[in-house]
């Protein structure tokens, strides 16, 4: 039986012109249901709610972050990976959900199914 990796990847950084770049991965299996309930809950407690990241103010942004890393059930599953003096923001990005899935070495056939948050239609074939 094959075993089915789900990889939820947003980055962040663009606006430092390569200073520093950073892909945030949540790296999950049959959990991604369960995660993704909890997160829409940590949303409304943090404050954040249902706002772009970016549109967030900084303190329930904070506070959101502050749930997810004291929540058991994310660990294992977070993984992040910072790049400096780079604008290869895309193979930034391949780079970083390479080092994520290769993290802990997968028990028996697996296959990946990858979703980038924000990843425009022309840019899939690429990646």
Known sequence: ???KLYCYVD???QNTKGRIFVVSIVLTDQTRDELLKICE???Q???KRKDKWGDAGHEERMRYLKHIFADDRFKGCLRYELFHQTVDYDNATVKGIVTAVKWEKQIG???TVVYI???RKTKRHEY
């Open 41 to 43: 809950q940590l949303e």
């Open 45 to 47: 407690v943090s404050g």
């Open 117 to 119: 948050d924000g990843l």
């Open 11 to 13: 980055e962040s950084g």
């Open 109 to 111: 056939k697996y296959t």
């Open 1 to 3: 039986m094959v075993k």
